[in-house]
């Protein structure tokens, strides 16, 4: 069970586990576009898969799904930053939350794609 290749996640799953140890990593039962959808297949009991716990918080509370230790892997992933329009977030939370990040994380800020 997997987001679809584009997921930003899904590369970073598979570097982990190949990583970690992982000799070869099975083809994915089916690839669905949204967390949503995956959240839904995986307590359906189609597959098992892989998901934030955040994404999963209300599920592991009701115990539709069950949480497997990850043994401390250094799971992380890149976010986007994205707002309407200029150069640079508006005044407010989103100009805070980008000011945080490049001062926490090196090589970040914000910069305008082409």
């Known amino acids: 069970m997997a987001r679809s290749p584009a997921a930003d996640f899904s590369a970073g799953r598979e570097h982990l ?9 099975a ?14 297949t ?16 209300d599920d592991l509370a009701l115990h539709r799904l069950v949480a497997v230790p990850d043994r401390g892997l250094p799971l992380r992933r890149t976010l986007t930053a994205i707002w309407q329009t200029g150069p640079a977030p508006p005044p407010g ?5 980008a000011a945080i990040a490049a001062k926490a994380v090196p090589g970040t800020g914000t910069r305008r794609k082409a």
């Open 42 to 57: 995986i307590a359906a009991g189609t597959a098992p898969g892989v998901l934030s716990a955040l994404a999963v918080r």
């Open 27 to 40: 083809e994915p039962l089916v690839e669905l576009s949204t967390t949503a959808a995956v959240r839904s």
């Open 17 to 25: 586990l190949t990583a970690a140890g992982a000799a070869t990593l």
């Open 93 to 97: 939370p989103a100009r805070d939350l």
